[in-house]
């Protein structure tokens, strides 16, 4: 990681619109420096930036990183820190989503911050997807040329297994259902 990046957080919120109103639950059962990448893609222009206002004002309270999926103009108008899946090229570091080995290439040779490398495993959020599994994930996170975040059905527990069978190969995990106390 080059030294004007920040140190990338280890564990992160993926914001979707099943969340609800359960959002903010999550949100507030991150650990101080997590992050938050806020997708919610369904939501319109006027929608998008209310909630985003209202995510980048928690983060700012709790300490927590602040990403918006796809849209640059968006994470500029929040003062978001890194932009997940731009829509535009620009100064704001990027992360990327990693299903495949062609989009770990293109990860390391666009120059990535940050690969989010999915789904490792069967999620709740889409269900009967094919998986990547441990092993192929491990393999496309190092390809990736950057900190990797294991994605697809992770939580902490997970996590420590996925990095005991694969030291170093992933910097953090995220996820949505993971935050959750069910």
């Known amino acids: 990681m080059a030294a004007n990046q920040p140190r990338w957080p280890r564990e992160w919120l993926m ?9 903010w639950e999550a ?10 990448v806020l997708r919610h893609y369904s939501l319109g222009d006027e929608a998008r930036l209310e909630l985003g206002m209202k995510l980048a004002e928690l983060a700012r309270q709790q300490e927590l ?8 103009q968006l994470a500029e108008q929040i ?37 989010f490398v999915a789904p490792v495993y069967p999620t709740r959020s889409h269900p009967g ?15 990736g040329g950057c900190p990797a975040i294991a994605l697809g059905g992770m939580n902490a527990k997970r996590f420590a297994q996925l ?9 953090g995990f995220a996820g949505i259902d993971c935050w959750l106390g069910n």
């Not at 990693?98 to 293109?106: F, G, P, R, S, T």
């Open 27 to 36: 949100v507030r059962a991150l650990p101080q420096g997590a992050g938050i």
């Open 129 to 143: 997807a094919s998986v990547l599994g441990p092993d192929r994930a491990a393999t496309l996170a190092r390809h």
């Open 79 to 115: 003062g978001a820190e890194l932009i997940h899946n731009p829509d535009t090229p620009g100064p704001m570091p990027c992360s990327v989503a990693v299903h495949d080995e062609q989009e770990a290439l293109l990860a390391r040779s666009s120059g990535a911050a940050l690969t």
């Open 163 to 171: 990095e005991s069978a694969h030291p170093g190969a992933f910097h």
């Open 15 to 23: 914001t979707d619109e099943r969340l609800g109103n359960l959002l």
């Open 65 to 72: 990183l602040l990403a918006v999926a796809g849209s640059r």
